[in-house]
Structures are given as structure tokens and as C-alpha cells.
């Protein structure tokens, strides 16, 4: 595409060089740039990409997009001068893959917890109803039924405008995506045209990242002030947040809730019994459990009547669809023990899963629970997930999750430390997290239940920034299979 064709929107503060050049594509690392390349100088949080761009140049990039021009440069480059390169990769990576998202109804799902059930429900929902769809979340992204590895929560914005276009080939009319509050900071959506936002809850996570909640809040707002008049915002106005969220946003605002009060939300469920939820008036028979799946079908039901499908099909469509990989996902073995797989890494979610398996376990059973918070993230819910788990737990034990560069001693050492007196007795730290999983399953007796939280789907540990194959669920069955 020709530059000028890319950057006519863009706002850049000056051009040196020819501006009549093609560019062949586009790159925010120096070692992948083929020739005719355009690359993102972007200051990252750990590399500066303006320190690359000799690099990028010697490997045939044809235009640097940065915000510092070099004082030494090549006569056969242009340079794109701009306030903020991050801020602008979205428009023109959306451009160059010819504005993909205006040819497909793209629903955005933030907030804390459920983005990952919620867009995965919508996913099978909407490609069970006949309708080709696209996939974009934490455990993997999918084009119709292929499946394509994931590697964050939500794509660079190169990549995922590269999604969308390749989505939009494969015919698909629906993409339901995670937007994470990283990827709303960082620009990583910018240029894409959503048909709704969706918000679940905000529950304190990546305060080493943002700060403070209201900046955590103000992030997530971020998705809902992107929408225009024709989108959707549809908001859990049972959570406090909503009204951050949906403050300022051009679009029509649906609320969605459970609990009563002054407040009536226009979606609700009004009762819920074992595996039946009933949602204005319409009884669902779920596999899915917990009054947290509950709020995530509520946004799910919300968003599907949004999108113009029938109510009746939507009813029996949500009693068939099951939720992601490591989401509250249930292995049953010998001697009648259950042992539960959770991606619960923050404090509302651990208490949630927990709570919800109190509503489900057996008589005398006992729950017994394996945990731990990942390393160079924020430290100060450590002590309040050390907390919970030993007052909801019979047993609570204390291990390693990622502790990627953090030692992971100090890391459980600060979980310990938010115990209670009352519940000391009940905790245990055992470092390495294969032995306090095998652990939990030996001390598991008849009717009891093993929950092992904190990294759900993922298959690999990262220690000092290598990436071991570790799999929760694969250490469970392989247990549970010799028992």
C-alpha cells in the first residue's frame, strides 16, 4: 500500500523522505523486517524501539515511524515523525489490512474476570446458531474452527488487524474478543470498529501496572468511549464500576444484574436452582455452576439478543455451550474425589470459585486447595488471596505459580502472610507446585474436593523467563488414572 494511503489520518507531526514509496508490510521488532517493510519505533516498557532502528533499517525497512528522529539518517528511508507510535500502529495496521472490522460485527469483552468464558460462550453460541465466527481470548483465537495458538490476552495491534483480515476471508460475519485493560492502555485496539462492549467486573489485579483502581477502572472505560452510536455498551450493573464505564459513551447502554435492590437491571436473573438459571422469564438448563457464571451468561444472553438472535434459539443454544479450557473445569477420578481446574488468579475470583464449590460438594467432603500469584505482578493481592483461600479451604496449599523473574519463595512467604490466626493450622507452602498438586490428590479422601487455581488453561511454567511444559490438568488426570 502506498504510505500516503497509510498515514492520511494519522496526524503525523512531519515526513522526511519520499512519501510515494509501497510499503509491503509492518513490524514492531527489528529482527523480523523483511525489505519494504514500515517499522514502529515504540518505547516499550522494557526496550526502546528507537534503539533499533539502524537495526531495522540494515534488514531492508523502507520507513521508520518514530517519535524522536535520528540526527544521522539514510537518504533511502522515510521517517514518519508522531507524538506517540503506539498510539497510532492500531489505524495503520488497520488500514494496510483494508479495514477489516467495518466488514464484521466485533464484540469487545473487558473487565477483571469472566472475559474469557463470556467471549468463549458467544463464540460457540453464535457458530452454533449457523454463523461462521471468530475467536480472540486467552487460551486461543479461532477462525471458524481452526484454532490458532494464543500468546496474550489481546494481540499487538499488528496482529490482530492481521486477524480480523483473515477472519473477514474465511467468511466470518462474528468476532468476540478479550480486551484487556494493557491492550486499551497501550493502543493495541485502536483502528477497530466494535459492534458492542462488554462489562463483566472490576476487582483488584494489575495494580503494578496501573496504579491505583481508578486507573484500572479508567483503562477498562476506555473500550465504551471507542463506541459510536450504533454499538452497544452492555454493562453488570451490579458491580459499582458500571457507572465509570458507560460515563460519556455515545452508545445505546444495556445493564444486565442479579441482585435486588433500588436498582433494577434490564436483564436479570431472578432465580437460580442447581443447574437451572432463569433469565427474564426464560429457564436455561446450564452445565455450567457458580453465581459467577450466572452474571457471565447474563452478559452473554444480553449480548446475543443485541445482536438480533432469536430469543427461543438463544435459550436452547445457552443449555448446550460449555465455557473455555480451565474455567472452573471439573475432573472426576477414583474414590469419588473431584478435582477442579480454576484460572483463579485474583482475589474475587479465588473467593468466587470457592464459594461456588461450597454450593456443590458432598456432605462431609472437604475442600482442599492449591494456590499461588504469579511473580512480577502485583504484590498486594498476595496477602489477601493467602487470606481467602484459607478461610474458604480446609486445607489451604501455598506453591509457586509463575514466579518468572521474582523469587518464589518471597512470593509465597508474602501469600502465607495474609493467613489469619484463626487459619494458620490450616496452610501449607510446598514450593514446588507438581509436588503440592500430587500433595492436595494424596491427602483427598471420598466426597472430597482438590482445587488447583491460579493458571487454568496455560501449559507451561515461566521461570527466569523460560517457558517450562507444566500442566495442572495433565499432572491431575495422570494422578487420578493410576488411583
Do not use: W
Not at 477489516?100 to 460462550?121: E, F, H, R, Y
Not at 446450564?286 to 430469543?311: H, K, M, W
Not at 460449555?322 to 473467593?351: F, M, Q, W
Amino acid at each position: 500500500m502506498k504510505l500516503d494511503q497509510l498515514i492520511k489520518d494519522i496526524g503525523a507531526l512531519g515526513i522526511i523522505g519520499p512519501e510515494s514509496i509501497d510499503i509491503t508490510g509492518l513490524k514492531l521488532d527489528s529482527k523480523k523486517i523483511t525489505p519494504g517493510d514500515m517499522f514502529f519505533a515504540v518505547h516499550g516498557s522494557i526496550h526502546d524501539g528507537h534503539d533499533y532502528i539502524e537495526d531495522a533499517i540494515s534488514r531492508g525497512a523502507i520507513c521508520i515511524v518514530c517519535e524522536e528522529i535520528p540526527q544521522e539518517r539514510s537518504g533511502a528511508v522515510t521517517y514518519l515523525h508522531v507524538k506517540n507510535t503506539e498510539q497510532i500502529v492500531g489505524n495503520v495496521a488497520s488500514a494496510f489490512f483494508g479495514n477489516p472490522s467495518q466488514n464484521m460485527n466485533i464484540v469487545g469483552v473487558t473487565g477483571t474476570n469472566g472475559k474469557t468464558t463470556v467471549a468463549t460462550l458467544l463464540y460457540h453460541a453464535v457458530s452454533e446458531l449457523g454463523k461462521k465466527s471468530g475467536l480472540i481470548s486467552t487460551v486461543h483465537n479461532c477462525i471458524g474452527k481452526e484454532i490458532i495458538p494464543s500468546t496474550h490476552t489481546t494481540p499487538d495491534a499488528i496482529t490482530l488487524q492481521s486477524l480480523f483480515a483473515d477472519m473477514c476471508d474465511a467468511g466470518c460475519t462474528y468476532v468476540f474478543m478479550e480486551v484487556s485493560s494493557h491492550a486499551l492502555i497501550r493502543g493495541r485496539v485502536l483502528g477497530t470498529h466494535f459492534t458492542g462492549g462488554i462489562f463483566t467486573n472490576l476487582t483488584q489485579d494489575h495494580l503494578d501496572f496501573h496504579g491505583t483502581m481508578d486507573h484500572y477502572a479508567n483503562a477498562k472505560k476506555m473500550l465504551f468511549s471507542m463506541l459510536d452510536e450504533k454499538s452497544f455498551s452492555l454493562v453488570n450493573a451490579d458491580d459499582e464500576a458500571y457507572q465509570v464505564m458507560i460515563s460519556g459513551t455515545k452508545s445505546s447502554v444495556v445493564t444486565y444484574g442479579i441482585q435486588s435492590g433500588d436498582l433494577q437491571a434490564q436483564i436479570r436473573s431472578s432465580d437460580v436452582s442447581g443447574s437451572t438459571v432463569i433469565i427474564d422469564g426464560k429457564v436455561i438448563t446450564t452445565p455450567l455452576v457458580g453465581s459467577f457464571n450466572i452474571y457471565n451468561l447474563l452478559a452473554v444472553f444480553g449480548c446475543l439478543r443485541q445482536l438480533g438472535f432469536d430469543e427461543g434459539e438463544i435459550i436452547s443454544v445457552l443449555g448446550r455451550v460449555a465455557g473455555a479450557r480451565g474455567r472452573c473445569e471439573i475432573i472426576s477420578g477414583g474414590n469419588n474425589i473431584t478435582a477442579i481446574v480454576d484460572y483463579a488468579h485474583t482475589p474475587d475470583a479465588l473467593k468466587n470459585i470457592l464459594t461456588t464449590i461450597h454450593g456443590f460438594k458432598k456432605g462431609a467432603g472437604r475442600i482442599i486447595c492449591v494456590m499461588g500469584c504469579g511473580g512480577d505482578r502485583d504484590r498486594g493481592k498476595r496477602p489477601l488471596m493467602g487470606r481467602i483461600g484459607a478461610q474458604l479451604s480446609d486445607h489451604t496449599i501455598i506453591t509457586s505459580d509463575n514466579p518468572r523473574f521474582e523469587d518464589p519463595i518471597r512470593i509465597t512467604e508474602e501469600i502465607y502472610a495474609g493467613v489469619s490466626d484463626n487459619d494458620i493450622k490450616k496452610a501449607t507452602i510446598i514450593l514446588d507446585r507438581k509436588e503440592a498438586i500430587l500433595y492436595a490428590l494424596q491427602c483427598a479422601k471420598s466426597d472430597d474436593v482438590v482445587l488447583v487455581a491460579g493458571k487454568g488453561h496455560e501449559t507451561y511454567q515461566d521461570i527466569q523467563g523460560v517457558k517450562h511444559h507444566f500442566d495442572d490438568k495433565e499432572i491431575i488426570e495422570e494422578f487420578l488414572n493410576n488411583k
